[in-house]
């Protein structure tokens, strides 16, 4: 995913703009240096991926491949960690301030990369409580967390084959690259927003399944119930806070619209 847009003024490697400093004084107040935000993102996405594995494994059982209830727990482990943690990573790669400089290619091919590494966690993910679901009798695609969730894997998938075609194959002219970036900035957030939207209400649902007829009702608020929900605002938490840096003008790589990025990359110098 790239910029949304370029704000205007000239800026540096640190990602500050000497207009916004000029006449902006309340914007510079709160222009953090954007390294140890993402410092402190990567922090929180990896809580995030231990409170999901920690739930799954001290309270529904651990992970196993036999398609019983722990091949289940798979799905939102592998769902947290590529379609939120790894793709607010892949989002952000043109923020970092290295990007702002020399050939693009090399954050081209690490964006690529980080959205296939996504695309292949996702996949497993789905294939892992299809399987739990198949083994048990239990119908597919009957809530709206499935729905929800499956729609997003499909809008990704879309989303990296055009990208793709566009950006990476060298068939595709300058002007219908430059068309096609806003459609993809825009999905980029959009997928973001759905794959919360999916994550949240999946640790919901699977709360309510579990926590009756047996063992302490979700409406008492077990230590599961709180342990899940405190996932649950982490990961929102994080999606915020990659939304916003994705927002953020001073921090958004300034030639945006260089030869360098209309440029295939499979016809880039290398």
């Not at 047996?214 to 077990?222: A, C, F, N, R």
Request: hydrophobic share 50%.
């Amino acid at each position: 995913m790239e910029a949304l847009g370029e704000a205007e003024g000239a800026a540096g490697p640190g990602g500050r703009r000497a207009g916004l400093r000029r006449h902006h004084p309340a914007t510079v107040m709160w222009d953090l240096p954007f390294l140890p935000f993402c410092a402190l993102l990567g922090v929180l996405g990896f809580v995030c991926v231990a409170f999901v594995s920690a739930w799954c494994q001290y309270w529904r059982g651990g992970f196993a491949l036999d398609g019983s209830t722990r091949t289940f727990n798979w799905h939102p482990v592998l769902m947290v960690t590529g379609m939120v943690v790894l793709y607010g990573a892949a989002a952000l790669v043109y923020r970092l301030p290295p990007a702002w400089t020399g050939p693009k290619l090399p954050w081209k091919l690490l964006h690529g990369a980080l959205a296939l590494t996504v695309f292949i966690l996702a996949v497993l993910g789905l294939a892992a409580v299809f399987r739990f679901h198949n083994e048990h009798g239990t119908p597919n695609m009957y809530s709206l967390h499935s729905w929800l969730g499956l729609a997003t894997v499909l809008l990704f998938s879309c989303q990296w084959l055009a990208g793709f075609s566009a950006f990476l194959l060298p068939w595709a002219p300058a002007w219908l690259r430059a068309l096609y970036k806003p459609l993809h900035v825009f999905f980029g957030f959009t997928i973001l927003m759905l794959s919360l939207a999916s994550c949240l209400s999946g640790i919901n649902e699977k709360l309510f399944f579990s926590l009756k007829n047996g063992t302490t009702e979700y409406k008492l608020l077990p230590p599961e119930a709180v342990f899940a929900n405190t996932l649950g605002l982490l990961i929102l938490l994080f999606g915020v806070l990659v939304l916003g840096a994705l927002a953020r003008p001073s921090w958004k790589r300034p030639d945006a619209d260089s030869p360098d990025t209309r440029q295939p990359l499979l016809a880039a110098e290398r």
